[in-house]
């Protein structure tokens, strides 16, 4: 059963990659404002007086 | 200083495009391997319409076509708009989707041609492996190269949902294409077994997670607020939602291998992250749902939010399902019957079925600058497709439920209540009808919504390049110093930081898993188990080719209702020279793991030509071609060669001896059959195929 431990292996080490993504998030303040993001995707739309007919 | 820019909308609706054709073929496919299962016949009378074939088809095209386009689809519009930015680049763009659409097509091609690895959801044959690794790797730069030259500081939660797609099905689809190629478009698995088992059930399960979840769930979030205009109902909960289902989803594979020779701590690990995957799927759905409230007037009007409802609503409900049938107790009735088939079909149609038909009628008209042609019909589809997912899942559920049960009946006096495997199908066909039923509803529906989209489509306009603009990021810092050597730069890039260190951990990982493959492992060997003969290698070969995999299971769990139909239970140690393992997932035929010596060869011939004169009212297609085809023994050396580099004892030099041996089984089997009164010649493939039967299981006897 060594394949399990591969397997647990490549598990871990896409644990730590998305923790390492997590740290990242959380140190540069992704997470820092849990209001406004949801607000701003809804204001992204097209500029009315450049659109190609 | 505002900066303006363009959203490339033309690759937006190419992959719009082939998410309808693909779906369409796919679902086609579907529905007619679905009549098969009624009406044998249905298979066309060609082997390259026979069921085995092309359920591989169907799965591959639904998944990977029908899906993957979907998902292609639907980061391409939202990952412009949530980081303001046009795609990275034009040229990789169009050299994603166009190298998408030829590795379906060549999936098309090879798979009822019987090229297949037989691992489910990953039968494509090692080029076409490669050519995934490449479009997928193209896929990433392009989605990365967005990301790091983003105008929007701040990346929304849907950015991270694509990212761990990204991520986990670049590692999945690496570690489960591990394979020793012998010719063009055949290959051999480097693990074998129970260890083969057991990564392509990581890959399997996490593939569900990651290509068939993560991206609907980031699609999801971007959609349905701007279609109900109005913010996700919790951002916070979102951003836990993301975390905690990530973390978890990658532990839950071996919930497919219960009751299987896999170590039985293997099993409840993955029986207990199951469980603990309830938590962020419903908190998901409800973040999903309660977007809505206040909102549901917009619900009774618009086509739109109902699929999303309904589709949130399947999540759900397979979400919830899943870790049900990850118990033991409930997965000993369910594995191998139909109950499953309605499962994923309640997540495959109902959550990203309805999910990309939401998506198609909003995205469509919008930029092509116009409504949709006709919301009548739109609500026509709503309800016919609704319909027929009922009329799919629901017999299954019943179909799956009364077979399971049958299996395990007993009569008071100990025996098997159903002894014949047979009685326990036909009682369930009236279900196939019905679910055939159920999926040509559906179809109907994507037939409706496509006359629907072309009709929008032809009174609109594309807007190939839609006009937008941003304030470009402040630059934040020049590196002096210090700062300025190569490491410390990397650290203030995280994006390219990533995929570097991503790449530094495949190589090493490799590297590491080397050694593994080639020692020999420390599962348990049974000694009286041999490699197989060079005809039954050839014979196994051709039981890959012809997808048998697909209706018949090769592993026997240890219930009594199931040694006492099959034989002894399966061992770890009886699978060790099975590059690849065979052990299957569903039932629709008898399992056949001790299936050697139980009938004749005469018997055998006869049933793989007409399986209806052994077996009345069997629903296995005829095999006639196999009488006709001549065994292609040109590849027995390189076979021979392929498994001895894998670790079968084969000793050297066996390889000029074995189509001597080859030869003389076959002719064996030939007189044999001659004295049941069937004539054929020798060196057809169904006297390989028979020889691998007649193999099966017999290594160990315990009667």
């Known amino acids: ?53 | 200083m505002t900066e303006k820019f363009y959203y490339d909308n033309k690759t937006v609706r190419n992959f719009a495009i082939a998410t309808i054709v693909w779906g369409i073929i796919g679902m086609t496919v579907g529905l007619l391997i679905a009549l098969q299962l009624i009406k044998p016949g249905m298979n066309l009378g060609s082997q390259y319409t026979t069921f085995g074939r092309i359920r591989p088809l169907h799965t591959n095209a639904v998944i990977f076509a029908f899906v993957g386009n979907a998902i292609f689809m639907g980061v391409y519009y939202s990952l412009q708009r949530l980081l303001k930015a046009r795609m990275f680049s034009d040229v990789l763009s169009k050299i994603h989707f166009w190298g998408w659409q030829l590795i379906i097509i060549s999936a098309v091609i090879t798979l009822p041609l019987g090229f297949t690895s037989s691992h489910e959801y990953a039968e494509l044959e090692w080029p076409i492996d490669i050519a995934i690794t490449i479009i997928w790797v193209v896929f990433g730069v392009n989605m990365f190269g967005t990301i790091i030259k983003r105008r929007e500081q701040h990346m929304y939660v849907a950015i991270w949902f694509y990212i761990a797609t990204f991520v986990t099905v670049a590692v999945l689809h690496i570690v489960n294409s591990f394979q020793l190629p012998i010719s063009a478009f055949k290959s051999y698995y480097l693990y074998a077994g129970v260890q083969d088992a057991l990564v392509q059930w990581w890959y399997g399960h996490n593939a569900v997670a990651f290509f068939l979840t993560t991206p609907y769930l980031g699609m999801m979030y971007y959609f349905l607020p701007k279609m109900a205009n109005r913010p996700v109902y919790s951002y916070k909960l979102s951003i836990l939602h993301f975390w905690s289902l990530i973390f978890i989803y990658i532990w839950a594979g071996p919930h497919h291998l219960l009751y299987t020779s896999l170590p039985s701590w293997a099993q409840s690990l993955g029986v207990a992250f199951s469980i603990m995957l309830i938590a962020p799927s419903w908190g998901g759905m409800i973040n999903g749902l309660l977007t809505l409230r206040g909102a549901w007037d917009k619900v009774r009007e618009e086509a739109t939010l109902k699929f999303m409802v309904v589709g949130l609503t399947a999540y759900g409900m397979a979400t919830f399902e899943g870790p049900m049938l990850a118990l033991k107790q409930i997965n000993a009735i369910a594995h191998y019957t139909d109950w499953i088939v309605a499962h994923v079909h309640v997540g495959a149609l109902g959550w990203n079925g309805f999910l990309t038909f939401g998506i198609l009628y909003w995205l469509i008209p919008r930029i092509y600058r116009t409504e949709l042609y006709s919301k009548k019909l739109a609500a026509f589809h709503f309800w016919i497709g609704t319909l027929g997912i009922i009329f799919y899942a629901v017999p299954l559920y019943f179909a799956g439920f009364t077979q399971g049960l049958m299996w395990k009946e007993f009569t008071e006096e100990g025996l098997l209540k159903y002894p014949n495997f047979l009685e326990t199908l036909l009682q369930i066909i009236p279900m196939y009808m019905l679910r055939a039923a159920g999926g040509a509803m559906y179809l109907a529906g994507v037939l409706v919504m496509t006359y629907n989209l072309i009709k929008t489509v032809n009174q609109g306009k594309l807007l190939a390049d839609e006009p937008a603009e941003a304030p470009a990021l402040p630059v934040q810092y020049t590196p002096q110093g210090t700062d300025k050597k190569l490491h410390r730069l990397l650290e203030r890039k995280p994006m390219v930081f990533m995929v570097l260190s991503l790449v530094v951990i495949l190589i090493g990982g490799m590297i590491e898993m080397m050694p593994t493959f080639t020692i020999k492992s420390n599962i348990p060997t049974i000694s009286t188990v041999k490699p197989y003969s060079p005809l039954e290698l050839q014979g196994r070969d051709l039981y890959i080719r012809e997808g048998c995999v697909n209706c018949h299971s090769q592993m026997i769990r240890p219930f009594r209702s199931e040694t006492e139909r099959y034989g002894e239970y399966s061992k770890a140690g009886e699978f060790v020279y099975d590059h690849p393992f065979l052990w299957g997932s569903k039932r629709t035929g008898p399992d056949l793991a001790r299936e050697g010596g139980k009938y004749s060869n005469a018997w055998h011939f006869n049933h793989l030509l007409d399986p209806q004169t052994m077996s009345p009212g069997s629903i296995m297609p005829p095999y006639e071609w196999l009488i006709n085809q001549q065994l292609d023994t040109t590849t027995t050396i390189s076979k021979i060669n392929a498994m001895r580099t894998l670790g079968v004892p084969y000793d050297l030099g066996y390889e000029h001896q074995a189509n001597a041996d080859l030869k003389e089984q076959a002719e064996a089997i030939a007189k044999d059959l001659k004295q049941g009164n069937v004539r054929v010649q020798s060196d057809r493939e169904i006297i390989a195929i028979i020889a691998y039967i007649q193999r099966l299981g017999i290594d160990i006897r315990t009667k």
């Open chain 1, 1 to 53: 059963m060594n394949m399990i431990f591969v397997l647990i292996g490549c598990s871990i080490l896409l644990a730590l990659i998305f923790l390492a993504a997590f740290f990242w998030a959380v140190k540069s303040g992704q997470n820092d404002d849990t209001y406004t993001p949801a607000v701003r995707i809804l204001f992204d739309d097209e500029i009315k007086d450049e659109t190609h007919d």
